[in-house]
Nanobody, 115 residues
Framework: QVQLVESGGGLAQPGGSLRLSCLAS????????MRWYRQVPGKEREFVAV????????DYADSVKGRFTISRDNTKNTLYLQMDNLQPADTAIYYC????????WGQGTQVTVSS
């Protein structure tokens, strides 16, 4: 079964850090373009970061450039999002996404940035 499961969300203070993980099953993250999105209730889901294949070229939304880092560990079949210098505007539910014959979304993990 093709599945994505996120973890690592939680509460962080402004300026703090969190690392999100997205464990894939039923396919290899090394063989697919992987993305992170986020969504605030009442707003559209927005793109955060992408890592391509081959070559693992990365790109980010302007709002997170210089603060977030996307990566993957092929041995663990896991996608990551390292989030540094978090700001209240980063508060959202974060989803990992991949297209494997169809759209595959994880269940999401809540990130809350507040003092």
């Amino acid at each position: 079964q093709v599945q994505l499961v996120e973890s690592g969300g939680g509460l962080a203070q402004p300026g703090g850090s969190l690392r999100l993980s997205c464990l894939a099953s039923g396919f290899s993250v090394s063989d697919h373009v992987m993305r992170w999105y986020r969504q605030v209730p009442g707003k559209e889901r927005e793109f955060v970061a992408v890592i391509t294949r081959p070559g693992s070229v990365v790109d980010y939304a302007d709002s997170v450039k210089g603060r977030f880092t996307i990566s993957r560990d092929n041995t663990k079949n896991t996608l990551y999002l390292q989030m540094d210098n978090l700001q209240p505007a980063d508060t959202a539910i974060y989803y990992c996404y991949c297209f494997v014959n169809q759209d595959i979304w994880g269940q999401g993990t809540q990130v809350t940035v507040s003092s």
